[in-house]
């Protein structure tokens, strides 16, 4: 870049070398995957914690267990999620058992085991991707680190051909560089608020899973 150049903000990626536009670009990518996940994540959760919600009002208001699993088993599966899945298996494995005439403390184990299989994929499925924003937080900042240190080598190593340096002539480099310290920070930042936000909304709702499910068995447990 020379020293007329245009120093505005596009002008300098594009001028910029091309280790350092492949570091911008693999931030870019990793902060529109960030924000595609963020959005499905803000939808996942909702809906699971709606459902938690409308399925503890219904169950808790002491209607039928059979009623509320036959309105459970007719929803299409894309539109339950968390709690009403986890009832779900281990009404379905209740009444397994009672049809069998097996309704006793190991009946009240494998009511327990269908339960937690079921309960360990919904959380598997809240906490999916998760670890992505994980990693784009934390190694962004450094990627973004690494093109401004190679930009700022290459203005550095343009000066040995003049003459006499200048702020002037070593400027553009050192902007163009630090451009991609600034997009590493604009990708990482969303991503690790994101994170921590994700990860404390998805232990609140696990821990109402775990306590429906502990409440679930000593229901089963009273009956068998």
Do not use: C
Not at 14 to 20: F, Y
Not at 107 to 116: C, F, I, K, L, Y
């Amino acid at each position: 870049m020379t020293i007329g150049s245009d120093l505005s903000f596009f002008s300098l990626i594009w001028d910029a070398s091309l280790p350092v536009q492949a570091v911008m670009l693999i931030l870019v990518i990793a902060s529109m995957a960030s924000w595609k996940i963020i959005y499905l994540k803000i939808k996942t959760l909702k809906m699971a914690e709606q459902n938690t919600d409308d399925f503890e009002k219904i169950f808790w208001s002491g209607g039928s267990l059979s009623n509320l699993y036959e309105s459970v088993s007719v929803k299409p599966p894309k539109d339950i999620l968390g709690l009403p899945v986890i009832f779900k298996a281990g009404y379905k494995e209740y009444m397994s058992n009672k049809n069998t005439g097996a309704l006793d403390k190991k009946s009240v184990e494998s009511v327990r085991r269908a339960m937690s299989a079921t309960y360990n994929r919904e959380v598997d499925t809240l906490d999916r991707h998760l670890p992505f924003l994980a990693s784009v937080g934390s190694v962004s900042p450094y990627i973004g680190l690494f093109g401004t240190v190679w930009g700022i080598m290459n203005a550095f190593i343009g000066l040995a051909n003049v003459a006499q340096a200048s702020l002037a002539q070593v400027a553009p480099g050192i902007a163009e560089a630090l451009i991609a310290t600034a997009i590493g920070l604009f990708a990482a930042i969303p991503a690790v608020i994101a994170y921590n936000k994700f990860a404390s909304k998805v232990d609140r709702i696990s821990i109402r899973y775990e306590s429906f499910m502990e409440e679930f068995i000593n229901i089963m447990d009273r009956k068998g």
